[in-house]
């Protein structure tokens, strides 16, 4: 286990990866990709993250991709992106930009796991393509960055155990699939059951709540299951997919959980990882709210609950 508290801290250390090259053209989609520079302005206007102290992601070697990704895979998406318009999935385009944009994003969730590892919580700004498989991507995710950030981890030997606690809307069947032989990285997802993707590979613990599931519902499995999951695991790092997408609001989704909600499910995570001292870090993942600015504040509100935290461990 590594205790984060122990570790000497930097005031000035940067808690939050962002980049302005996460822009991406993707046509008319419903990711709304503008969602990642919003994101970072209203944190910056807002006094939570100072103007420019952010720390840059660097984009993940062929060497990183492949200990997760199959090398007919990864020249797939290299011949499809040269190509220039295509498809890997009707809903998932590729090009040469977001091939390359998903590498950037890929590092920056390596380069975030690092600062956790340093600095015990911090954040990427994007991050959390939990969909993407070995040899192929679906539902926007063309490389598994949280599991890429983990092989390298380990390969490095930063860490031995991780967890991954995913509160996307959408099971995480990607990462779900990639780690079903690897007993030393533990999978926990919390998702609307009657919603993308079918069939959905186990994780280590799946729940699945039903359509309609409100505040009460969901953070009770939390309550019940997030203190149980760390203790059983006992991670080294925990990598937390905290999606916009259960908001009551949001175009893909069917669950009513309210801002309030999501920023209590936030605050649950993170305190029972920092109780245990286990460092964090906190991937955006999807949301798809009506009106993007929804998207944008909860994901605003994720970064407060982390700043309000690490606050709280260097008083």
Wanted: charged share 20%.
């Amino acid at each position: 286990m590594f205790w984060f508290a122990a570790v000497p801290r930097l005031v000035t250390m940067p808690f939050v990866v962002y980049s302005p090259e996460y822009y991406v053209d993707m046509g008319e989609h419903v990711f709304p990709v503008q969602k990642y520079r919003l994101c970072y302005e209203k944190l910056c206007r807002d006094g939570v993250v100072a103007l420019d102290d952010a720390a840059s992601p660097v984009r993940a070697t062929e060497r990183q991709l492949l200990l997760v990704h199959s090398p007919e895979y990864l020249a797939r998406l290299e011949s499809l992106a040269a190509s220039g318009w295509s498809y890997l999935t009707p809903d998932t385009p590729i090009t040469a930009e977001i091939l390359d944009k998903s590498m950037l994003a890929a590092g920056g969730t390596i380069v975030a796991a690092r600062l956790a590892l340093s600095d015990g919580l911090s954040v990427h700004l994007n991050g959390g393509f939990h969909h993407a498989f070995p040899d192929h991507g679906e539902g926007f995710c063309y490389l598994n960055d949280v599991a890429i950030a983990v092989r390298v981890l380990q390969r490095e030997r930063a860490i031995q155990r991780a967890a991954i606690i995913d509160c996307d809307l959408h099971q995480g069947n990607g990462t779900a699939s990639i780690f079903a032989a690897s007993p030393e990285v533990f999978t926990f997802s919390i998702h609307q059951e009657n919603n993308y993707p079918f069939p959905k590979p186990p994780s280590d613990v799946d729940i699945g709540l039903p359509d309609g599931a409100d505040d009460a519902a969901y953070l009770a499995e939390l309550k019940k299951h997030v203190p149980a999951v760390l203790d059983r695991a006992r991670p080294d790092l925990v990598l937390y997919l905290a999606g916009a997408d259960p908001y009551e609001h949001d175009l893909l989704g069917g669950l009513c959980v309210s801002m309030e909600g999501l920023r209590r499910r936030d605050a649950l995570v993170l305190e029972a990882c920092t109780a245990r001292g286990t460092p964090a870090v906190v991937l955006l993942a999807g949301g798809y709210a009506a009106r993007t600015e929804d998207t944008v504040q909860i994901h605003c509100s994720t970064v407060e609950v982390v700043r309000e935290l690490r606050g709280r461990t260097t008083s």
